[in-house]
């Protein structure tokens, strides 16, 4: 049985339908039998991996296609939207989601520095906040054998960080490893881009000033939207609005009946506008999308 035929089978026995965390930190396996409505969410930096059927992630209306054997890396926190594309009963949709965790890189970097920076070779200044990329027979290996410790939690205890370690390893020396070696890097653009996100994700209902998330950066205005835009494909303003809608999204689920007051709490003072900047976003009006989501489950 090959490395990813091992994988399959592994989520199959872990995932129940929907999403599963598992008793390893930052790790979930996910599984459906069947295709998906598009489900928006802002997500933190992380790997996914598919072990069977196709899954789509859209951002800002570009739209990233990762199916059988392939990964995602996603590396700041941003508002996407996603869909199971092929799954069935018989061939259900299976993947993993690891939680890229930036304290996690940098200690591998500080040990490694001389041998990771050889493996890379040339680095793009400014990596992409989505990558897609074919995963490696030891990557899979290195992935199954993470998911295979929920069956040995003895050994689980001595050994996952370990096995975490080598799957980083794999990712920072791979196709996107430029990229994942940011995500641990303290003085990195992509961590500077990445704290101004953070904090307009924090304060998303704020009146959004771009000078102080410039210098929260530590770099010029010009510099900061140029980089900016080069990881979430978004202006600043264009973000918040996204986080805006997402929020106010997340609210209908338990407040469905509130569409005016979803609006004014994620920071819009005209219900007109926030009605049709919603609808431009989701395809529907915000009242029945409220509406809808008050039959249907979210995923986490």
């Known amino acids: 049985m090959d490395e990813l035929a091992r994988l399959k089978k592994s989520i199959a026995r872990h995932a129940r339908d929907g999403v599963t965390r598992t008793a390893l930190p930052g790790v979930s396996v996910i599984s459906s039998s069947t295709i998906t409505e598009p489900l928006g969410d802002v997500v933190q930096p992380a790997l996914g991996v598919v072990a069977q059927g196709v899954k789509e992630t859209a951002l800002n209306g570009r739209t990233f296609t990762y199916r059988e054997g392939q990964f995602l890396v996603l590396s700041v926190e941003l508002p996407v939207v996603g869909k199971i594309t092929q799954a069935s009963a018989d061939e259900p949709f299976l993947a993993l989601v690891l939680a890229l965790r930036p304290e996690k890189i ?4 500080l040990e490694t520095a001389p041998a990771a920076t050889a493996q890379l070779g040339a680095v793009d200044a400014m990596p992409s906040g989505i990558a897609v990329s074919n995963a490696s027979p030891a990557l899979v290996d290195a992935i199954g054998r993470l998911l295979g410790l929920l069956d040995a939690p003895d050994d689980a205890a001595a050994l996952a960080a370990g096995v975490e370690r080598e ?8 196709p996107q490893g430029a990229t994942v070696r940011q995500i641990g890097l303290a003085d990195s653009r992509l961590t500077h881009v990445a704290r101004a996100i953070s904090r307009i994700r924090g ?3 704020e009146t959004l000033r771009v000078e102080e998330l410039a ?3 530590t770099m010029s205005v010009s510099s900061f939207h140029r980089h900016f835009r080069a990881v979430t494909s978004m202006t600043p303003i264009q973000f918040q609005k996204q986080i805006r809608l997402h929020e106010a999204r997340a609210r209908f689920v338990t407040e469905p009946n509130d569409v005016a007051g979803a609006g004014f709490a994620v920071g819009y ?5 926030f009605s049709r900047e919603y609808r431009r976003m989701f395809g529907v009006p915000p009242s029945r999308d409220a509406l809808a989501l008050r039959e249907v489950p979210v995923l986490p």
Do not use: F, K, M, N
């Open 167 to 174: 799957v980083l390893w794999r990712l920072i020396t791979g």
């Open 106 to 109: 940098a200690a591998l970097l």
């Open 269 to 273: 003072d005209s219900p007109s506008q």
């Open 215 to 217: 210098a929260l950066a």
């Open 203 to 205: 304060h998303y209902e």
